[in-house]
């Protein structure tokens, strides 16, 4: 998780010396104070799965997305997925930018590593749960990347009553809150995953200042 947080930062690599030393000791603090203060929750709901061109419909939820619908080939279920490190981050954040930018900048992207750290976990656990059952999930595809409309995240929280189970909303201008949350859908089908491991490959916004630009295999 150090890599990503670095990357999270704006550092491609660790910085050397002195320097590198005071940026290990904030990440450090910064990871022991985040600790402190999150309280990871997820939800997820398993649904029938059925695309007609890049029209995807996952149970009740419908939209249409070409890269959504390429990710879920071959799916004929999908989860609905949400998960948040819960209201305390965003709080233990706003009070750090009072008080420093270096802590507030680390502490966001300590919480920003921590999420998808959080949601690759939930990930390895429903393949696990799947594989007994010779079916495998493909890897989670956010609203926002590529085609697929950030709108609907609210769509997506609905379906999960995830205010009342996780505390988790959305906002007019589709900002999650608590801001270190996640929305996704991840799909089911019946041949391992091939994709690249990485996202960033398959959305089309490629001036992202956090697209990789190295991609590792399954």
Do not use: W
Not at 125 to 137: C, D, F, Q, T, V
Request: glycine share 8%.
């Amino acid at each position: 998780m150090y890599g990503e947080i670095l990357r999270y930062m704006g550092h491609p690599v660790p910085p050397e010396g002195d320097a590198g030393v005071r940026l290990n000791e904030l990440i450090s603090s910064s990871l022991i104070k985040l600790s402190a203060a999150s309280v990871p929750r997820h939800v997820k709901a398993k649904f029938s799965c059925t695309l007609t061109g890049d029209k995807v419909t996952i149970g009740v939820f419908n939209t249409k997305s070409r890269d959504l619908a390429v990710r879920l080939k071959n799916c004929k279920e999908a989860f609905l997925f949400a998960a948040s490190l819960g209201a305390d981050v965003d709080r233990l954040i706003s009070q750090s930018s009072v008080t420093g930018t270096a802590e507030a900048l680390c502490l966001q992207a300590c919480a920003a590593a921590e999420i998808e750290n959080y949601c690759n976990g939930i990930e390895c656990e429903i393949a696990h749960s799947l594989r007994n059952k010779g079916m495998y999930p493909v890897l989670r595809f956010s609203p926002g990347y590529g085609d697929f409309d950030i709108g609907c995240q609210s769509l997506i929280l609905d379906i999960l009553k995830a205010q009342k189970y996780i505390g988790l909303t959305v906002t007019e201008k589709h900002i999650l809150a608590p801001l270190k949350s996640v929305t996704a859908v991840i799909g089911i089908k019946a041949v391992p995953d091939r994709n690249i491991r990485d996202n960033c490959k398959n959305c089309g916004k490629e001036d992202c200042i956090f697209r990789q630009k190295r991609f590792t295999y399954d």
